[in-house]
């Protein structure tokens, strides 16, 4: 199997593990919320038991043993680190960072700037 198709692979995983949690929180918020806990506790005495959350998928056989594969600027080997995050690169392969996203985010990095320099 390619690295290509691993990466997809586990493009597509972390993209449902996002799904599913989002769903359990969803149902988690709807239960909380509800009075049907409450309405079931009066009429038993006893908690309902807690609704059930569907299961975060398991991660793809193939991306088990998934190594990094940035490209190492000194050697231009092939990264073989295998603690990888989920974007599949190690902590030195990442990227770099875009900048801040959100209209916040930009004030706040912009009151991290040093004083005296350019704004
Ligand atoms: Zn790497």
């Known amino acids: 199997m390619s ?8 493009k597509a995983f972390w993209q449902e593990v996002d799904r ?37 998928p398991e991660i793809p056989p193939q991306c088990i043993d998934m190594t990094c594969g940035g490209k190492g600027r000194r050697s231009g080997e092939p990264c073989k680190s295998r603690e990888i995050f989920r974007n599949g690169r190690c902590k030195w392969h990442g990227g770099a960072s875009t900048g801040p996203k959100t209209k916040e985010g930009s004030e706040r990095s912009r009151t991290n700037l040093r004083r005296g320099s350019k704004l």
């Open 3 to 10: 690295t290509k198709e691993q990466r997809r692979l586990l």
């Open 20 to 56: 599913v949690e989002a769903l359990r929180q969803r149902i988690l918020i709807e239960d909380a919320n509800s009075n049907r806990r409450a309405a079931y506790f009066c009429m038993h005495g006893v908690w309902p038991p807690r609704p059930l959350l569907p299961d975060l």
